[in-house]
């Protein structure tokens, strides 16, 4: 009788044991089930605020490509940038000096250097016309602009890699009498081309038309460099 | 007969609302030793029909079943082999033929 019993408590564990064993496992599927349905619930979710988020920016995309095509801001913008970077020829009130070598000779024993142009002469008249508030300069119908140089090649001169001989005609626009005075300070520019007899013809026409860069500006090493302030503002965050 | 029931209600009672979960690699295992235990009792139920039913096999039996059911799925998890699909096949298949025992059993009885 007592094994009997003994025997019928070990039956009962045993069964106990099976049923929570089938308890565990139909939970355990539930759960992954209620899993399963709560994440494709959530993605659902998601995936509707994305889809709304996407009409949204494609109406705003519509809109701003729709309101770009008359952006009249936006283009005078571009034309003013163009005038400052010489792309387009500019005309106004202003001075021209045409300047030519000296017709004095070198005296023997003299260098005769001296009695010709040279590219800091240039350089000193570009600077003082700058200096006194030229808008536009060309030299012999080269337009100058941020990339441009004035230098000795040979006999010539080269601005923008183009060669020309004298004379030099520089146009500049501007208050005409600012320009002309600069030029013409006592102990300036004119008067030091006058000491060597170089020939300097200086007028005020009532136009002054210059040409446009005719060159092509590429940036082969340099770009734009990401916005600071922005740059900064980001990795502070 | 009515122990045994008794067992199954009181641990399916005490197993939901004990808070265990199982992972889904650890619930492969529990299905298959489960699979093994469901074979076991339905093995003894066979052979209390037909008379030669012995408790200390059943017991022993039921627990080494699941044990090593468990325990070679487990080494087939750690190779990459899917042995909790053969042995739920292998068990389901007893289990039914057991199933169908019993039945003729029943039939005969």
């Known amino acids: 009788m007592l094994a009997n019993k003994h025997a019928k408590i070990m039956l009962l564990i045993v069964f106990a044991i099976l049923g929570f064993m089938i308890a565990t496992q139909i939970k355990t599927t539930e759960r992954q089930k209620t899993i399963n349905v709560q994440r494709a619930e959530e993605l659902t979710e998601r995936l509707r605020d994305v889809e709304q988020q996407r009409d949204e920016l494609a109406k705003e995309v519509e809109r701003l490509q729709a309101a770009s095509g008359s952006d009249e801001a936006l283009e005078s913008e571009v034309e003013r940038l163009k005038e400052f970077a010489g792309e387009v020829p500019l005309e106004g009130k202003g001075i021209q ?3 030519d070598d000296s017709k004095v000779t070198a005296q ?4 005769p250097n001296l009695y010709i142009i040279h590219d800091d002469d240039l350089l000193r008249v570009i600077n003082e016309l700058r200096a006194a508030g030229a ?3 060309s030299i012999n119908g080269e337009r100058l602009v941020s990339t441009s140089e004035i230098r000795c090649a040979g006999p010539t001169l080269s601005v923008n890699n183009n060669r020309s001989a ?9 208050n005409p009498s600012n320009l002309a005075s600069a030029l013409k300070l006592r102990g300036g520019v004119l008067d030091t081309f006058k000491f060597w007899g170089i020939q300097a013809d200086l007028t005020q026409p009532e136009v002054v038309k210059v040409p446009a860069f005719k060159g092509r500006r590429i940036f082969e090493y340099a770009q734009a460099a990401p916005d600071e302030d922005k740059a900064a503002k980001e990795g502070g965050k | 007969m009515l122990y045994a029931l008794a067992g199954v209600i009181i641990g399916f009672i005490a197993g939901w609302y004990f808070p265990l979960y199982l992972p ?5 295992l529990l299905s298959v030793s489960l699979m093994a235990a ?8 066979r ?3 037909e008379g030669k039913y012995d408790n200390f096999v059943f017991i022993t039996g039921f627990f080494t079943n699941a044990v090593m059911a468990a325990f070679v799925c487990y080494s087939g998890l750690l190779m990459g082999i899917d042995l909790y699909m053969v042995g739920i096949l292998i068990f389901g298949m007893r289990i039914f033929n057991n199933l169908a025992a019993i039945r003729h059993l029943f039939l005969k009885k």
């Not at chain 1, 023997?108 to 260098?111: D, I």
């Not at chain 1, 004298?166 to 501007?174: T, W």
């Open chain 1, 97 to 99: 000096l045409i300047l």
């Open chain 1, 108 to 111: 023997v024993g003299e260098n």
């Open chain 1, 135 to 137: 808008e536009a300069i």
């Open chain 1, 166 to 174: 004298p004379p030099y005609v520089i146009l500049a626009i501007g």
């Open chain 2, 24 to 28: 889904l690699e650890y619930g492969r």
């Open chain 2, 38 to 45: 469901l074979d076991t009792v339905f093995g003894g139920i």
């Open chain 2, 47 to 49: 052979s209390s029909m």
